[in-house]
């Protein structure tokens, strides 16, 4: 019965935050519960959300729990709030997949990647949060290092870096097909 | 070079991306997709007359060229003039790598991460596919919603208009009578046609008999409302038929005559050299 409680407790805060709340946050909020009976709960409630035909779903991302919308609603939902969300410049998104998969990174090496100046894009996402400077780096000039934030991992609805798709994922997903573009021979076509 | 993160371009309807292509490796890989070449063997002879085809298109429209393009030109043209050269005994026996292989390694790497991109769009967005409670990101907030994305790259306008010049034989003699239309006035043409018309194809605002300053006047014309919001550029299939059609909020009307009037402002410098 107490664990029970505690995964509706758990569901309320998770329902009541803007964010997604990390196990250790749950943690300092439920003094009273043990950690292992929390990190317990929450498996329970992702499985639950997830057998259960329901229009939330209880995902991981961003070192934390957020309950979300089923992304088969979106078109719903749009409806309602009238916002079809952002939307990426191709520019803005290979900078944002080259530091997230490179990182840290330094501009000059992003730049090198694409081929064309790049700060301009990056001042946008460093401005839009998706960014963040890591540091300096410990060559002449001390260029500054980025990577990506956690509002990145939040926005990609991911659960860490890790969680990337691999770029041999890539490869594979993009094979190398020449024939692609070509039409395919009608296999019944009579010579004149 | 300016970009922005979220593209202006998209925030009611398609914009061309002038100041903003995605650089020289797009538009090599644009064009060895075209070509249907091997990306492990490229005839960098042919490859490189297409480039240059294209900066020379982009200078007679009078877009800027970043210095980017420029650098991959003349390296594209190195490569060329090295691969003529007969390899010597000793470099034969170092092993030189072939030249365009660096070339390669870039556009690979390139296209990899282009990939990803793609993927990362492809994910289920926040605000976009999936929606929280109160996601409280007021620079996200703040960005304007989007129509659905019109995918008419530049490169295929520009495409498009080499097609046309081709299928114009214009005239090639020196002609000393000054065709006075300007882009401003050029702009109310095509907006009345379009008026009129709800949606033109692309390639009928190019009438066979017109002179080639005209061509061009056009074509500056339709990036220029492009640029303006006031029409969109879509295409129902990849290389297929481009259509204009006039944006949402130019329908409600909008009075050509206030338009030109503010094109006319920008456009002055272009004009100059257009018409001159």
């Known amino acids: ?192 | 070079m300016q970009s922005n993160l979220f593209s202006d371009a998209l925030e009611d309807a398609y914009r061309v991306r002038i100041e903003e292509f995605e650089g020289p490796l797009d538009l090599l890989l644009h064009l060895i997709k075209k070509n249907e070449v091997d990306i492990y063997n490229i005839p960098i002879a042919a490859i490189a007359r297409q480039y240059l085809e294209y900066i020379e298109l982009m200078k007679e429209l009078n877009l800027d060229i970043a210095g980017e393009f420029l650098v991959m030109a003349a390296t594209l043209l190195q490569i060329k003039s090295r691969m003529l050269l007969p390899v010597t005994p000793e470099e034969e026996e170092a092993e030189v790598e072939d030249p365009r292989a660096e070339l390669v390694r870039r556009l690979l790497e390139y296209q990899r991460y282009r990939d990803a991109s793609y993927l990362l769009t492809s994910r289920n967005l926040l605000g976009r596919d999936v929606f929280a409670r109160k996601f409280g990101s007021p620079e996200l907030e703040e960005l304007e919603p989007v129509e659905e994305p019109a995918d008419v790259e530049l490169f295929e306008l520009i495409e498009a208009f080499q097609r046309v010049l081709a299928r114009i034989s214009v005239d090639t003699f020196h002609d000393v009578i000054a065709d006075g239309i300007s882009i401003a006035d050029r702009i109310g043409e095509v907006l009345s046609v379009l008026h009129v018309e709800k949606t033109v194809v692309f390639d009928s605002l190019f009438a066979d008999g017109m002179t080639r300053d005209l061509l061009v006047v056009t074509f500056l014309s339709i990036l220029e409302l492009c640029k303006l919001k006031l029409i969109k550029i879509v295409q129902g299939e990849s290389l297929g038929t481009i259509w204009l059609t006039l944006a949402a909020s130019a329908e409600e009307g909008s009075d050509p005559e206030s338009v030109v009037e503010a094109a006319t402002h920008e456009d002055t410098e272009q004009e100059e050299i257009v018409g001159g």
Do not use: W
Not at chain 1, 72 to 86: F, M, N, P, W
Not at chain 1, 91 to 115: M, N
Not at chain 1, 153 to 174: C, M, N, Y
């Open chain 1, 1 to 192: 019965m107490a664990v029970k409680s505690l995964r509706t407790i758990i569901e309320s805060l998770l329902f009541v935050h803007d964010q997604p709340l990390s196990v250790d946050r749950l943690c300092l909020i439920l003094e009273e519960y043990e950690r292992p009976d929390i990190r317990g709960a929450l498996d329970e409630l992702v499985e639950e959300y997830h057998a259960a035909d329901r229009g939330i779903v209880l995902v991981q991302v961003a070192g934390g729990y957020q309950l979300r919308s089923c992304p088969e609603h979106a078109d719903y939902i749009r409806r309602l709030t009238k916002s079809k969300g952002v939307k990426f410049s191709q520019s803005a998104l290979e900078t944002l997949a080259i530091i997230a998969y490179r990182q840290p990174v330094t501009r000059a090496e992003v730049e090198y990647l694409r081929g064309v100046d790049s700060g301009g894009v990056m001042k946008s996402l460093l401005e839009k949060k998706l960014l963040k400077i890591l540091g300096k780096k410990d060559v002449p000039g001390k260029p500054l290092i980025y990577g990506t934030s956690r509002e990145f991992l939040e926005l990609f609805g991911l659960k860490d870096l890790a969680a990337l798709p691999t770029l041999k994922e890539i490869q594979e997903l993009v094979p190398p097909d020449p024939f692609a573009d070509q039409p395919a021979l009608p296999l019944d076509a009579v010579e004149p």
